[in-house]
């Protein structure tokens, strides 16, 4: 089984858009195709840059693209309820129990609530997931009631994570428009993610940085 064949999965694209619905009601930014696709390549990014064997890719861009289906059963604690479907569809699906343990293990610790870089597939999935912000996951049309998450992912006009070529930092560059959003409202919210990203980096030997409108902040 590979990504190619998750996505394609009819079961699973449900699962996802009903998650996303959930999510839709309680107000929250974009967490659908988008999200999880985005989060799937840039797992796979890092794992491949990193030198990892390309079957460890192949899976780090399943639970990149399968980590937030956890929505489906309630906001709170959806990185546990997703590692519990994960498990579940992947065996049904036929896939070694070697695989559909990392997996599970990544998707189980990916928030930064609860979750630590407990493998190198976690720590990959960590950094894919807590870079993802960007003015396209703000759905509110009303920008004059924006709540601090609305503001500070609407103010991203752009952003890159990228690993040197010495492998030895992982780089979170983000372009902000000050006039939506601070750097004091990105940290806000963001900060115990930042501080996750720094543990998740150092699993994978990394140093991780995190530069703002040309400022190193981290």
């Known amino acids: 089984m590979t990504y190619e064949s998750i996505q394609k999965d009819e079961a699973i694209r449900t699962y996802i858009q ?12 974009e967490h659908s195709f988008a999200h999880v696709t985005r989060v799937a390549e840039t797992t796979g990014y890092i794992l491949r840059t990193m030198g990892f064997p390309e079957r460890m890719v192949e899976l780090g861009k399943i639970a ?17 309820s997703g590692a519990i479907m994960t498990f579940r569809l992947l065996d049904k699906l ?28 976690a720590a990959a999935l960590i950094l894919a997931d807590k870079s993802d912000v960007r003015r396209s996951r703000v759905r509110n049309p009303d920008m004059a009631s924006f709540d601090i998450h609305d503001r500070v992912n609407y103010s991203v ?5 990228t690993i040197n070529p010495e492998r030895t930092q992982i780089l979170l560059a983000l372009s902000v428009d000050a006039q939506y959003s601070s750097v004091m409202d990105y940290f806000e919210i963001f900060l115990n993610r930042m ?10 030997g990394l140093a991780f940085k995190l530069v703002i409108n040309g400022q190193h902040l981290i």
């Open 18 to 29: 009903e998650a996303d619905a959930s999510l839709i009601a309680l107000g929250y930014t």
């Open 157 to 161: 006009v752009s952003s890159e994570l």
């Open 94 to 121: 036929g896939f070694e129990a070697g695989e559909i343990a990392i997996i599970t293990t990544a998707i189980g610790n990916h928030d930064e609530g609860t979750g630590l870089p407990v493998n190198d597939l």
């Open 64 to 80: 990149g693209y399968l980590h937030d289906i956890g929505n489906l059963v309630n906001r709170v604690s959806h990185s546990q």
């Open 195 to 204: 501080i996750l990203c720094r543990k998740a980096a150092e699993k994978l």
